[in-house]
T-cell receptor, first 112, second 115 residues
Framework: NAGVTQTPKFRVLKTGQSMTLLCAQD?????MYWYRQDPGMGLRLIHY???????AKGEVPDGYNVSRLKKQNFLLGLESAAPSQTSVYFC???????????FGPGTRLTVL | AQTVTQSQPEMSVQEAETVTLSCTYD???????LFWYKQPPSRQMILVIR??????QNATENRFSVNFQKAAKSFSLKISDSQLGDTAMYFC????????????FGQGTRLTINP
């Protein structure tokens, strides 16, 4: 099992550009999450999904959109990147009857 | 809304010493889970230990143990016989027993183990 994978691992964008981060899990987990990590602030929840075709807002959703068309994939989109979105992004997943979230390796995004 | 607070931004101890990381949280829920995650320089998030709120017994995993004080809403992590490989960021996190199993993280404590 690959667990949770994220693509890409690093990316540099210019202000106003768009991009999509891909998260994939092969553990048949129902729940998936996107977090961002900024210095001194821990991880904060951006959006999450409790099943295929469903998404919901987390603590810091502004400027991001998500989609979960397939159970194993959770996409995070930035339509018009801003320097404030420079961060490390983590995807995680968990099975419905469990409580341990499994994390991907993270994506470091820099917006110039 | 739940909040998690880690009041120690940085800590440093000598190898083989014991160190305790502090965490407090705020919730009106009765059933929940608490976690400590380790994030080494590789950036990978690694689960260290978990505690279920309805269990009075403190969780233990080898050199790692917790002091869970439910009434005080305190959840500290003790690392015994610290090793150089324990150097990392440590995050305390809260999860409701019901709902979408979202994690709420503290700000983190950067722990350095010195040789």
């Amino acid at each position: 099992n690959a667990g949770v994978t994220q693509t890409p691992k690093f990316r540099v964008l210019k202000t106003g550009q768009s991009m999509t981060l891909l998260c994939a899990q092969d553990m048949n987990h129902e729940y998936m999450y996107w977090y961002r990590q900024d210095p001194g602030m821990g991880l904060r929840l951006i959006h999450y999904s409790v099943g295929e075709g469903t998404t919901a807002k987390g603590e810091v959703p502004d400027g991001y959109n998500v989609s979960r068309l397939k159970k194993q994939n959770f996409l995070l989109g930035l339509e018009s990147a801003a320097p404030s979105q420079t961060s490390v992004y983590f995807c995680a997943s968990v099975g419905r009857r469990y409580n341990e979230q499994f994390f991907g390796p993270g994506t470091r995004l820099t917006v110039l | 809304a739940q909040t998690v607070t880690q009041s120690q931004p940085e800590m440093s101890v000598q190898e083989a010493e014991t160190v305790t990381l502090s965490c407090t949280y705020d919730t009106s829920e009765n059933n929940y889970y608490l976690f400590w995650y380790k994030q080494p320089p590789s950036r990978q998030m690694i689960l260290v230990i978990r505690q279920e709120a309805y269990k009075q017994q403190n969780a233990t995993e080898n050199r790692f143990s917790v002091n869970f004080q439910k009434a005080a809403k305190s959840f500290s992590l003790k690392i015994s016989d610290s090793q150089l490989g324990d150097t990392a960021m440590y995050f305390c996190a809260f999860m409701n027993h019901q709902g979408a199993q979202k994690l709420v993280f503290g700000q983190g404590t950067r722990l350095t183990i010195n040789p």
